[in-house]
Antibody, heavy 121, light 112 residues
Framework: QVQLQESGPGLVKPSETLSLTCTVS??????????WGWVRQPAGKGLEWIGR???????DYNPSLKSRLTISVDTSKNQFSLNLSSVTAADTAVYYC?????????????WGQGTTVTVSS | QSVLTQPPSVSGAPGQRVTISCTGS?????????VHWYQHLPGTAPKLLIY???NRPSGVPDRFSGSKSGTSASLAISGLQAEDEGDYYC????????????FGTGTKVTVL
């Protein structure tokens, strides 16, 4: 059973870069027909799709974040990562990593437990 | 601002049936993109409840059902139980956003 675990700093200063890593266990990140993505939820608000990556390296970003966003994959470590630059308080949220599966018509069938990131000086 | 609109809240007594609407447009649900539904209980990660408009993953009770028509979709919960209390989100894609995923505004389900 595939499991996802987010890791990274819980506090980031304004204007700096938010970096998170998601470690995939219980299966290979290179397995076909899966995308790997990120979702966030600011306190008291709804879910927001951030972006996704295929193991080939092709990416798909939320247009509202695209200019600040990089998602990458490291198949040797079975990990994928999120980098969001020039952060502001509006980027404070719980960040989830996720698996998008073609088996489920590209719905998200596996989620990480979520990690809280606060942007503050 | 999400392009998929859900009612902020719905409520029902145990055993009752409630429905949650997800209203989109011709660029997302009406364009034929699949709709997925997620259950987000307090302190937990979201859980896939319905995929591909009306399919349940293994382990999801048949009390949960999904449908889609035109530019809208719905999630129905029958035989409402206390453990169903939480937030529910629809998700689809939008051609005006180059096919990117979008979530609905979310609905809080309260069991009276």
């Amino acid at each position: 059973q595939v499991q996802l675990q987010e890791s990274g700093p819980g506090l980031v200063k304004p204007s700096e870069t938010l970096s998170l890593t998601c470690t995939v266990s219980g299966g290979s990140i290179s397995s076909s027909n899966n995308y790997w993505g990120w979702v966030r939820q600011p306190a008291g608000k709804g879910l927001e799709w951030i972006g996704r990556i295929y193991t080939s390296g092709s990416t798909d970003y939320n247009p509202s974040l695209k200019s600040r966003l990089t998602i990458s994959v490291d198949t040797s470590k079975n990990q994928f990562s999120l980098n969001l630059s020039s952060v502001t308080a509006a980027d404070t949220a719980v960040y989830y990593c996720a698996r998008v599966s073609s088996h489920y018509y590209y719905g998200v069938d596996v989620w990480g437990q979520g990690t809280t990131v606060t942007v503050s000086s | 601002q999400s392009v998929l609109t859900q009612p902020p809240s719905v409520s029902g007594a145990p055993g009752q049936r409630v429905t949650i609407s997800c209203t989109g447009s011709s660029s997302n649900i009406g364009a034929g993109y699949d709709v997925h539904w997620y259950q987000h209980l307090p302190g937990t990660a979201p859980k896939l409840l319905i995929y591909g408009n009306n399919n349940r993953p293994s382990g999801v009770p048949d009390r949960f059902s999904g449908s889609k028509s035109g530019t809208s979709a719905s999630l129905a919960i029958s035989g409402l139980q206390a453990e169903d209390e939480g937030d529910y989100y629809c998700q689809s894609s939008d051609s005006r956003l180059s096919g990117h995923y979008v979530f609905g505004t979310g609905t809080k389900v309260t069991v009276l």
